[in-house]
């Protein structure tokens, strides 16, 4: 007996190591904000032990990241990249065929807007559009000045304080009683949505997703009734000095997961997992307040991602990986 269960130990070793050995070492980049550490933990365990790899993360950034797996082939993946900031850069790459586009990490891309707090909407359902919004300035009182109405944009130096100041002109919220608030920082942006909840006060401005802000406070964003102009936003909207800005919602940024073009030919199921791998904004709002709440690592966040929403993640995967994921958990 002694001997039987030493060759089935010895004999799983040797499956596990053949298996880790079809995948191999794998590199995967833990960018330093939340939502992409998240996401590249979430690879790590299910690589590991749904596909054998031996996967290790290391620590990127935007730039260096698509820079690095370009010149030099690493990290082998990139979970969580806003391609319109390194887009010429990709182009070139995938050109080349250095890389691939693997999918979208967030399938509803990077998200912007002006909103404005549900329970109000449930009062007023006007002010899900701007024409609404116009309608009743008094709903929005400026912090500093209660006899006129407060629009808060982005804190100066951002790229997104020249579109919000763009379209806050375009669509005449100056001519409807609004008031441009510069709120100073992200804190001070985030922080005025938290008062108003708090107080169930009015509040209109600028936000963006996925965050925990919009994962912890029912928003609902604001409809401009333009569609999106796509030629407007990237000659106008977004230029300093525009002098006819025309409204226009905010285009979703694409956010997606690049792997380098030698990995991804050695290993064509696990490519296979990251083009189903991705996130609906709603639910990695939800996740990033949950991290914020319970002050979590990305690898805590991770372990209550995979052992509370199974319905999601088991999606992405061919039933007998993810019955080897569900027993590590």
């Given amino acids: 007996m002694k001997w039987k269960l030493a060759t089935v130990t010895l004999l799983s070793s040797v499956a596990m190591q053949a298996q880790a ?10 960018m330093n904000w939340n939502s992409a550490s998240l996401i590249a933990n979430i690879d790590k365990f299910i690589l590991e032990h749904g596909y ?11 730039m260096p990241t698509a820079t690095s797996m370009i010149e030099k082939g690493q990290p082998d993946i990139a979970p969580e990249l806003w391609t319109n900031a390194v887009s010429d850069a990709l182009e070139t790459g995938i050109k080349e065929g250095r890389l691939i586009n693997a999918g979208f990490s967030l399938v509803d891309g990077g998200e912007e807007g002006f909103w404005v707090p549900a329970y109000l909407v449930e009062k007023y359902p006007e002010l899900k559009t701007i024409e609404g919004v116009k309608k009743h300035p008094e709903l929005f009182k400026h912090p500093e000045d209660p006899d006129s109405a407060g629009f808060y944009g982005c804190p100066a130096g951002w790229n997104c304080q020249i579109s919000g100041a763009n379209l806050f002109k375009a ?15 992200a804190a001070g942006l985030s922080g005025s949505i938290a008062k108003a909840y708090e107080r169930q006060e009015g509040w209109f401005g600028y936000y963006w997703a996925p965050t925990a ?53 050695s290993n064509p199921d696990v490519i296979e997992y990251l083009s189903k791998r ?3 904004n709603a639910d990695m709002n939800r996740l990033l307040a949950w991290m914020e ?3 979590a690592d990305a690898e805590e ?21 993810a019955e080897k994921v569900a027993s590590e958990l």
């Avoid at 054998?52 to 950034?61: I, K, Q, R, S, Y």
């Avoid at 002098?243 to 990995?263: C, I, L, Q």
């Fill in 21 to 30: 050995s079809e995948c191999g070492e794998v590199t995967i980049a833990d």
């Fill in 52 to 62: 054998g790899c031996d996967a290790e993360l290391v620590p990127g950034d935007t």
């Fill in 171 to 185: 669509m005449g919220l100056g001519d409807a009683g609004f008031d441009l608030i510069d709120p100073g920082s």
């Fill in 213 to 265: 802000i919009l994962g912890k406070y029912e928003m609902v964003k604001v409809d401009f009734g333009s569609g999106v102009d796509e030629d407007e936003f990237l000659n106008c909207t977004t230029q300093e000095g525009c002098d006819n800005p025309k409204p226009t919602m905010y285009p979703p940024s694409p956010v997606s997961t690049v792997a380098v073009t030698e990995f991804s030919n």
């Fill in 278 to 280: 991705g996130f609906k």
């Fill in 293 to 295: 709440n319970e002050q």
């Fill in 301 to 321: 966040a991770m372990f209550y991602f995979m052992e509370n929403h199974p319905d999601i993640w088991k999606a992405w995967l061919p039933a007998s990986v």
